[in-house]
């Protein structure tokens, strides 16, 4: 399973950004049972869930911080998932990694797209 991200940048506070991760090896329809979405992980500080989607159920989670403000969809067609974010806060400066979570146990990461939000 392969993911990579794209659509990270340089964007002033207010602004926004999609981010897109698309998977290979990996086809959205062939499994019931995984989230995939989106952490981040700023300088100094833990690598935290920022949003996914549920296969099983097909819910979305949001990190509180984020509520209101971004948006994950996914596309099955393009085996793609992204994440709409507006207003942008310069707290949301981090790298964001795509992550695919099988059963709950196997763990596959991109390698993180550079969000940086100037004041």
């Known amino acids: 399973v392969q993911l990579v991200e794209s659509g990270g940048g340089l964007v002033q506070t207010g602004g926004s950004l999609t981010l897109s991760c698309v998977a290979s090896?990996?086809?959205?329809?062939?499994?019931?049972?995984?989230?995939i979405g989106w952490f981040r992980q700023a300088p100094g500080k833990e690598r935290e869930g920022v949003s996914y989607?549920?296969?099983?159920?097909?819910?979305?989670y949001y990190a509180d911080s984020v509520k209101g403000r971004f948006t994950i969809s996914r596309d099955n067609s393009k085996n793609t998932v992204y994440l709409q974010m507006n207003s942008l806060k310069p707290e949301d400066t981090a790298v964001y990694c795509c992550?695919?979570?099988?059963?709950?146990?196997?763990?596959?990461w991109g390698q993180g797209t550079q969000v940086t939000v100037s004041s």
């Open positions: 992550n695919v979570r099988l059963g709950g146990i196997i763990n596959y």
């Open positions: 989607i549920s296969r099983r159920d097909g819910s979305t």
């Open positions: 090896g990996f086809t959205f329809d062939d499994y019931d049972d995984y989230t």
